[in-house]
């Protein structure tokens, strides 16, 4: 949205002589005739948001606020989320944990809370609580079965959205994590974010290249014989040959580039666009199985590759705020 002065905002791709969106004849000028806005401008409310003030009372007891955005879905920004909460809360601060993932609310499961329920007090919506420092709340919690889709979109997802913030009672807290919903590309989208957030005032912390190339112990491959006939597992064969002939490779951790980097990927992005590049997060099965089972990574030996990593990072990310 741009700035249309006294006549509200005006979208990038409305007709011209566009009276603004907080305008009383706001789709319903002629000059609104077939614009893409048009049925969205003429239903919205107009003028200050009545919310505003509660939201900003709400959010007065909450030192720092992380929004973590990803450029497009299935990327790991909910694990991402996830892992970042535990690490805050085990090095004891007050956290939260809120999920405006509205579409596939995934984090009731990666915090271990499939099956909770939301309660209400006379303060408000009261979090759900993995520890006693790390509260959560979600869309997900709310729906009768986790397989439930919700299909919700324009206000009626935005009204929950402005609800959470407004409503969810989440005390003093030292910081609340939001896991946005996803957006549709990579770094195209990536790029447009970071160019949204610069455009509204919202400070950049950094970018994460998550799942970046794959990392695993030896010990913990699959191996495989093909043929023309098809595969045929040859693990056994594989680790008992290492085991005898080489066993000083079972503790070596193997590395495969998934996704082309050749052209410098995130970390060149940066670059360009002058904001700070926190690190790579390797695809690491141990994680994925433990965002699975609701745990957090950094108490489990296994996630060798990806606890160190996402430490480094969470480490940079609080000497930023």
């Known amino acids: 949205m741009e700035n249309g002065g006294d006549s509200g905002g005006v979208p990038d791709n409305a007709n011209e002589h566009c009276a603004g969106t907080q305008s009383e004849t706001a789709g319903k000028a002629e000059a609104c005739a077939g614009c893409p806005n048009q049925q969205i401008c003429a239903t919205a409310p107009k003028g200050p948001d009545p919310d505003l003030l509660a939201i900003i009372e709400r959010m007065n007891t909450v030192k720092h606020k992380i929004l973590v955005l990803s450029g497009k879905g299935g990327v790991g920004k909910s694990t991402f989320s996830a892992q970042l909460s535990f690490a805050l809360a085990e090095m004891d601060y007050q956290v939260g944990l809120l999920d405006i993932d509205i579409c596939g609310p995934s984090i009731p499961k990666m915090l271990g809370l499939e099956g909770q329920g939301i309660h209400q007090s006379n303060l408000g919506w009261q979090p759900?609580?993995?520890?006693s420092n790390l509260g959560v709340m979600?869309?997900?919690?709310?729906?009768?079965?986790q397989d439930d889709a919700v299909i919700w979109r324009g206000p009626r997802k935005n009204g929950l959205i402005?609800?959470?913030?407004?409503?969810?009672?989440?005390?003093?807290i030292d910081y609340l994590v939001v896991d946005a919903p996803p957006g549709t590309k990579f770094l195209i989208d990536v790029r447009k974010e970071i160019n949204f957030c610069k455009k509204v005032g919202v400070p950049v912390l950094g970018v994460v290249e998550?799942?970046?190339g794959l990392r695993q112990t030896i010990s913990t491959l699959k191996f495989v014989k093909p043929s023309e006939s098809g595969d045929t597992d040859a693990t056994e064969w594989a680790l008992n040959y290492i085991k005898d002939s080489a066993p000083e490779l079972l503790s070596v951790v193997a590395c495969s580039e998934v996704f082309d980097s050749s052209k410098g990927g995130a970390e060149k992005m940066c670059h360009e666009m002058?904001?700070?590049?926190l690190g790579k997060v390797p695809?690491?099965?141990?994680?994925?199985?433990?965002?699975?089972?609701g745990r957090s990574c950094f108490t489990d030996e296994k996630c060798i590759a990806s606890a160190p990593a996402l430490k480094e990072i969470i480490k940079k990310l609080i000497k930023k705020e």
């Open 128 to 131: 759900v609580y993995v520890e």
């Open 138 to 145: 979600s869309i997900g919690f709310m729906l009768p079965n």
């Open 162 to 172: 402005k609800q959470f913030l407004k409503d969810v009672d989440w005390g003093d």
């Open 210 to 212: 998550n799942m970046s």
């Open 274 to 277: 002058r904001v700070p590049f």
């Open 283 to 293: 695809m690491d099965p141990q994680l994925c199985k433990a965002a699975e089972e």
